[in-house]
Nanobody, 120 residues
Framework: VQLQASGGGLVQAGGSLRLSCKAPRMITSVFNGYDFSWYRQAPGKERELVGSISSVASGRRIKYADSMQGRITISSDNSRKTVQLQMTSLRPGDTGVYFC?????????WGQGTQVTVSS
């Protein structure tokens, strides 16, 4: 599974970013069968879950990690085979590499990650 993450960059504290995770080689029906998650990894720290969105069959249910609850929105555009992570009120502590993953039948695939840097 090929995943392409994009949208990262440098932003001031309080700013917003919208990350995208695209699965360009998937047909839509296959895309709809995957659960997708966003993770982040700060320098020197372990990768942590930011939020997830379930497959279409599971109702595209969304869950958010407590660390970013209220400041993020995860959505999917199934026709474009894209999952997005909208982040607002960003803080320096949100700095890190953000990864998307695709899960199905116990198998997980990772995208390459996109760097988010929040300056104070």
């Amino acid at each position: 599974v090929q995943l392409q993450a994009s949208g990262g960059g440098l932003v001031q504290a309080g700013g917003s970013l919208r990350l995208s995770c695209k699965a360009p080689r998937m047909i839509t029906s296959v895309f709809n069968g995957y659960d997708f998650s966003w993770y982040r990894q700060a320098p020197g720290k372990e990768r942590e879950l930011v939020g997830s969105i379930s497959s279409v069959a599971s109702g595209r249910r969304i869950k958010y990690a407590d660390s970013m609850q209220g400041r993020i929105t995860i959505s999917s555009d199934n026709s474009r085979k894209t999952v997005q992570l909208q982040m607002t009120s960003l803080r320096p502590g949100d700095t890190g590499v953000y990864f998307c993953s695709a899960d199905r039948d116990g198998q997980r695939s990772w995208g390459q990650g996109t760097q988010v840097t929040v300056s104070s």
